[in-house]
């Protein structure tokens, strides 16, 4: 039966939206996978509100490789921060659903398509995913889920866009201009209560206070929320939906991929006005649409991107076992598509998907897993395939995934390449294996300056030499340094590494509570 995006929301209780957000929500999925929060914030039920104080803080920064090679950077907010954030979301939940009723209930469809779900059996907070058969294809969902913001259930879901075509010829397409490091968060204020009302009313509101402490969580900036933990996602509906009113009012028929718009119209000029409304509606946030994003396309088209359809109709997916001539045909056609699409990875992400899970013999597997390893030097976005799709799924040999991880740590450690490297030590750490370089891993990597690789190099370093170790040591004096001059964008590596009587305020309450920010595996 069809659910309204409201209807979605209201399945959500607040204590599921506050353990969702904060027990599961913390960490992004694209960051390797050996943190959590659940210690944390079965903590934070124990404590006093006095524990918790309102401050402005640095968040942890990671920069991940887009799918055009472009960094972007997923940030870690400081926990403490983060949990007043999401406090505010579940004190205020009943009135958050409200401004989610008023500006859905002119929608006879829904037009985000992807936004919060509750998932059965599951806790975290959201899976995204843009393109419908990625989910139907190899998909994977964390047990612990709880909603999930990607995956598409045709019992409950619609399909507007087909209905859409029926009548209309053309089919315009735009995006947000780097949609959560533009919004203002002041400007959540002004679509919860309307601009003029916010401005008289600065004070007193669940609303002011939830600017107040976004802006907590990003050293105290009113431009810009971070990209990464959930609650921005949540966050950012807050004004996007009010946006999305005002487009419907005017009578246009389109959908939302979170920033992402496409609008069927009747005619070119009808399509045209979209735009120019759509701007304008962007504007009184403080947002403007990607001018290399926008276009207008004759009808008819295809659902998916036309690389998307190439891949689909490709032979490869009738087939249930693959030889080596059918691997190796079938990754040059993706090598080919990738050349003619501006060297977009999504398509060898997408690719390689379609086809790990099939049976495959020796050869195949073999040359698969050793252009991915090529592939992964040349787009980095790559590297999040190798756990999961290649590794886990073909039960490759410790010695090939040694192999794999070692390029890695020396190609990333030479250009740079914070995600390489980090994903290397992670998969030394999960995989249980040594590297064979002749120093340890903080004098090898330690002049890149990112916290999530000197916290890896730190777990390693501990692994390989003891607690008491000399090399552990200097992992102690590096953090001490960064914790004295307050470098607090190194937070999760310096409360790992010292010990509480080091520490003061609530990061050594959390340390003598030994509340720890790691999954239990990789925190012996």
């Avoid at 969902?141 to 619609?158: A, H, P, T, V, W």
């Avoid at 609303?207 to 933990?229: C, K, Q, R, V």
């Avoid at 076992?321 to 398509?347: G, H, Q």
Wanted: glycine residues 4%; contains cysteine; charged residues 25%.
């Amino acid at each position: 039966m069809f659910k309204s995006y409201y209807q979605h929301y209201h399945s959500l209780s607040p204590q599921e939206v506050y353990e969702g957000l904060l027990s599961y929500g913390m960490f992004s999925d694209n960051l390797p996978s050996f943190l959590q929060s659940a210690d944390f914030f079965a903590w934070c039920k124990e404590q006093k509100d006095s524990t918790f104080q309102k401050k402005e803080t640095t968040p942890v920064y990671y920069e991940s490789i887009r799918n055009v090679n472009i960094p972007r950077l997923i940030t870690i907010p400081n926990p403490i921060a983060y949990r007043n954030l999401c406090l505010n979301l579940k004190n205020n939940w009943d009135d958050i659903l409200l401004h989610f009723q008023t500006y859905t209930d002119n929608q006879d469809w829904k037009v985000s398509r992807i936004h919060i779900r509750k998932t059965k059996e599951n806790k975290k907070i959201l899976v995204l995913g843009k393109y419908d058969t990625l989910r139907v294809i190899n998909r994977q969902i964390d047990k612990e889920q709880l909603f999930d913001m990607g995956f598409s259930d045709y019992r409950e879901d619609d399909d507007p866009l087909l209905k859409f075509k029926i009548k209309s010829r053309f089919q315009a397409h735009a995006d947000i201009s780097n949609c959560f490091g533009s919004i203002y968060t002041h400007s959540l204020t002004w679509a919860v209560a309307g601009k003029a009302n916010a401005k008289v009313n600065r004070s007193g509101f669940w609303f002011n206070e939830l600017d107040t402490l976004l802006m907590n969580t990003n050293n105290g900036e009113t431009h810009g929320i971070l990209i990464g933990a959930h609650a921005y996602n949540l966050v950012s509906e807050i004004i996007l939906v009010v946006i999305d009113h005002q487009l419907v009012k005017k009578g246009y028929k389109f959908i939302r991929h979170i920033d992402d718009y496409v609008c069927l119209t009747k005619n070119y000029e009808k399509a045209e006005n979209f735009l120019a409304d759509l701007s304008n509606e962007l504007r009184k946030f403080g947002l403007i649409l990607n001018g290399k994003k926008v276009s207008i396309e004759d009808l008819p088209a295809t659902k998916n991107s036309s690389w998307i359809v190439d891949i689909s109709n490709h032979p490869v997916s009738l087939i249930s076992y693959l030889n080596y001539n059918v691997m190796v045909n079938y990754l040059d056609f993706l090598l080919s598509l990738l050349k003619k699409n501006d060297d977009d990875a999504t398509i060898l992400n997408y690719g390689i998907k379609v086809i790990t899970g099939k049976r495959a013999s020796t050869n195949a597997v073999e040359y698969l897993i050793d252009t991915v390893h090529h592939l992964v030097m040349i787009y980095p976005y790559l590297v999040g395939l190798l756990e999961n799709q290649l590794f886990e799924r073909y039960e490759i040999n410790i010695s090939t995934i040694k192999n794999i991880s070692e390029n890695l740590l020396h190609y990333g450690t030479e250009r740079n390449s914070y995600e390489l490297v980090a994903y290397s030590i992670y998969f030394s750490l999960k995989y249980d294996f040594e590297f064979d370089i002749n120093s340890t891993l903080l004098e090898k990597t330690g002049s890149l300056d990112d916290c999530l690789t000197l916290l890896l190099a730190y777990l390693y370093d501990k692994k390989k030499y003891g607690i008491r170790s000399k090399a552990v040591k200097q992992h102690k004096v590096v953090a001490e340094h960064l914790y004295s001059n307050n470098e607090d964008d190194y937070w999760l590596y310096y409360y790992e590494v010292l010990p509480a009587n080091d520490l003061k305020d609530y990061w050594s309450k959390m340390k003598k509570d030994k509340v720890s920010f790691l999954k239990q595996v990789f925190n012996s």
